[in-house]
Structures are given as C-alpha cells and as structure tokens.
C-alpha cells in the first residue's frame, strides 16, 4: 500500500500545490522561450538585444550586442526558475510521501518542452483527489470525537 500524507501535512498541502502551479507555468514558459531562443543563435547565429539601437527587441550577432542581451537573460531566469520548480516540486512530493518516480517525472516537466504544463495538470489533480479522499476520511472521525 503506497503511502499516505501524514494529517499533520493536510493543511500545507494547498499552498505547496499553489506554487508548484506557479512554478510550473513560469518554468515551461522561461522553457519555450529558451527554445526559440536556441533556434535563433544556434539556427541563424544571432541573440535578442533589448534595448539596443536596432529598436525594443532586434536579433543581432553576439558580439554586436550592446544593450541588453536578452538571449542570456533567457537562460539565467529559466535556470533560476527551474531550481524553484524543483523545490516545488520536492514539496509536493514530499507532503504527499509519493514514490521516487513521480519526483524524477515531475522533475522532467522543467526541462522537456510542454511536458511542465501537461505533468503540473495531471499530478495537481491527482494530489487534490488524494487530499479529498482523505479529507473525506478523516472528518467523520474528527466529528465523532467531539
């Protein structure tokens, strides 16, 4: 029988979710930026300037940056951001005493286009029925202690 959360946890469970929900869209975005991004300088060997003096956002060779280059910018938040998904992540799993390998999956969803929404999806919704089946069996008892 798979572990269950312990119901000192309960309360804290929620708000884990709510920054793995967080955590999860920022990184897959950071992720699909960071992937066009790569597509530019690896594909056709430029990076973004912000502010430069092309305009707002132009694509320039690397050593004609001036301004800010938003190309690394991509790749220092999207770093960042996936080491906070990881704590999320490590939250989440950790309240909910989920075996290895739904850590290592959730994991995964940071650095795999697109999979960081489909797994926060799936994985919020299996840990709020999990958190409501036992809600549900745990209340009954504490109203009848009363």
Known sequence: MP???KPAD??????ALKLYRVTSIITGTFLLLLVLMMVF???FLVDIELGGPFGFLAL???EQIHAIDLS???LIAHGWFYVLYLFSDFRVWSLMRWDF?????????GVI??????VERHYHRLATAELAALTATTEPSLGASH
């Open 3 to 5: 572990l269950q959360p």
């Open 10 to 15: 309960l309360s804290r469970i929620p708000g």
């Open 41 to 43: 300088r690896y594909g």
């Open 60 to 62: 320039q060779p690397r």
């Open 72 to 74: 690394t910018g991509i």
């Open 101 to 109: 390998r739904r850590f290592l999956l959730i994991a995964l969803g």
């Open 113 to 118: 286009p697109f999979l960081s929404f489909i």
